[in-house]
């Protein structure tokens, strides 16, 4: 069976005591890549997308890649970076949300954007305000998150980092991704 997966990353570490805020240029000296561009660039490195590609090409999966967007670590992220970088994704969730199967996401967890103090759990819950509670979600994070109850409730599959520096980002991107096809054909369920 051929699934359809959505992919994103979506990546800031806020520094919620900088006066200065991180806003869209600071991502688009980073990393601001569109679909198969972003696929195209990131395929090799050491990043969650290459190791989500690893499984998805292999497992037959139609792959929808939104969007990758970091930023290196500063104050809080503006609104309309936030607004600009969600709306990708989420205008992507919702134009394929009949055909999708699965959503895979590469965050931080300790993303902190001017009007909330839980970046990761507000996408989340915008997520499920456009698929349901039947798509089944993972979640890539830094080893460090801040992981909130919004993020447990709005996805099933949470996989961390585990070294520092972090040389295992591909590998927890693979961890994830097998998970999440686990869970599309149905030989498990988590919660």
């Known amino acids: 069976m051929t ?3 959505l992919t994103c ?3 800031h570490e806020s520094n919620t005591f900088s006066r200065f805020r991180t806003d869209l240029p600071q991502f688009q000296v980073d990393t601001l890549l569109l679909g198969d561009e972003a696929i195209r660039a990131r395929r090799n490195a050491n990043t969650e997308l290459a190791w989500f590609m690893d499984v998805a090409e292999p497992a037959g999966w139609n792959v929808i890649h939104a969007i990758s967007a970091h ?3 500063g104050g809080r992220v503006t609104k309309a970076a936030y607004d600009h970088i969600a709306g990708i994704f989420l ?3 919702r134009s394929n949300k009949g055909r999708l ?6 965050l931080h967890g300790s993303m902190v954007p001017e009007f909330c103090p839980d970046g990761e759990g507000y996408l989340l819950g915008l997520l499920r305000a456009e698929l349901g509670t039947d798509i089944p979600v ?4 830094d080893l460090h998150a801040m992981v909130s109850e919004d993020m447990v409730r709005d996805a099933q599959i949470l996989v961390s980092y585990k070294t520092y520096p972090h040389v295992d980002m591909r ?3 693979e961890h994830a991704a097998r998970i999440l096809d686990r869970e599309m054909r149905v030989e498990i369920a988590p919660r």
């Open 3 to 5: 699934f359809t997966v």
């Open 9 to 11: 990353e979506f990546m």
């Open 91 to 93: 205008e992507a969730a």
């Open 71 to 73: 930023a290196v670590p």
């Open 138 to 141: 993972a979640v890539t994070l």
């Open 171 to 173: 590998e927890i991107g």
């Open 101 to 106: 199967d699965g959503v895979l996401l590469g």
